[in-house]
C-alpha cells in the first residue's frame, strides 16, 4: 500500500479558529483527494487533484474551506473559521489513473 | 449523480461462516467497484476491486460479484475470523467530467464472533 502521510492526527481547535490539515502523499501518483468522513453523511469527497491541478471541488462544503496543492509531494485543506459541524475526520488519498484509491490515516478534527 | 446503496448496516456472524455484505448502484456507466475495509482509529483500506468487464473475483476467503444489468454488486468472505471485524465500504466511480469521483456506500459493520 501506499503511505499517505497526514498531519495532525489528532486536532481539538475552538469555533472561529484557523484549521489547516497536511498531507504528504507518495511521488508518483498523480491524483490526490480530501474526503471527509462523518456518521451522518459517511465518506464524501470534497476535492481532487490531478498533477496538482484542482478538478472537482464540487464537494467542498462552503468558502470557509479550501485546498492547495503546491507541489506533488504536499497538499493542504484550510478550514477558516472554523465551526462545530465541521468535526470529522478527514482523510487524504492518493491514486493513479488506474482507479486504485489509497487512503491515509485521516486526521481527527473536534472543534469545540 | 452516482447513488451507492449498501446492505446491511451491521452484520453479525459466528467464526468460520460466511458474510455477504450487497450494494446497489444508479449509473449503468460506472466501470469500477472497490471494497475498501476500515479498522477503528485507520484510514479505509482496499481489499478487493472489480471492474465492468469482469463478472467475478476471488482473492482467497474474499469475492466480489458484479451484476451490470442488475446494477449491483457484492462482498462475499468466506471462512470468517474476528481480524475480519471491521466497517466495510463499497464504492462506484461515476461517468461524466469528474470521472475519478468514487461514490461510497454508508458501510456495514461486521462482527465476527469467536
Known amino acids: 500500500d501506499a503511505g499517505v502521510i497526514q498531519s495532525p492526527r489528532h486536532e481539538v481547535t475552538e469555533m472561529g479558529q484557523e484549521v489547516t490539515l497536511r498531507c504528504k502523499p507518495i511521488s508518483g501518483h498523480d491524483y490526490l483527494f480530501w474526503y471527509r468522513q462523518t456518521m451522518m453523511r459517511g465518506l464524501e469527497l470534497l476535492i481532487y487533484?490531478?498533477?496538482?491541478?484542482?478538478?472537482?471541488d464540487s464537494g467542498m462544503p462552503e468558502d470557509r474551506f479550501s485546498a492547495k496543492m503546491p507541489n506533488a509531494s504536499f497538499s493542504t485543506l484550510k478550514i477558516q473559521p472554523s465551526e462545530p459541524r465541521d468535526s470529522a475526520v478527514y482523510f487524504c488519498?492518493?491514486?493513479?489513473?488506474?482507479?486504485?484509491?489509497?487512503f491515509g490515516e485521516g486526521s481527527w478534527l473536534t472543534v469545540v | 449523480g452516482e447513488n451507492v446503496e449498501q446492505h446491511p448496516s451491521t452484520l453479525s456472524v459466528q467464526e468460520g461462516d460466511s458474510a455477504v455484505i450487497k450494494c446497489t448502484y444508479s449509473?449503468?456507466?460506472?466501470?469500477?467497484f472497490p471494497w475498501y475495509k476500515q479498522e477503528l482509529g485507520k484510514g479505509p483500506q482496499l481489499i478487493i476491486d472489480?471492474?465492468?468487464?469482469?463478472g467475478e473475483k476471488k482473492d482467497q476467503r474474499i469475492a466480489v460479484t458484479l451484476n451490470k444489468t442488475a446494477k449491483h454488486f457484492s462482498l462475499h468472505i468466506t471462512e470468517t475470523q474476528p481480524e475480519d471485524s471491521a466497517v466495510y465500504f463499497c464504492a462506484a466511480k461515476g461517468s461524466g467530467g469528474s470521472n475519478y469521483k468514487l461514490t461510497f456506500g454508508k458501510g456495514t459493520l461486521l462482527t465476527v464472533n469467536p
Open positions: 487533484f490531478n498533477n496538482n491541478v484542482p478538478i472537482d
Open positions: 472489480i471492474r465492468s468487464n469482469v
Open positions: 449509473d449503468s456507466a460506472s466501470n469500477y
Open positions: 488519498a492518493e491514486g493513479t489513473s488506474g482507479n486504485t484509491i489509497y
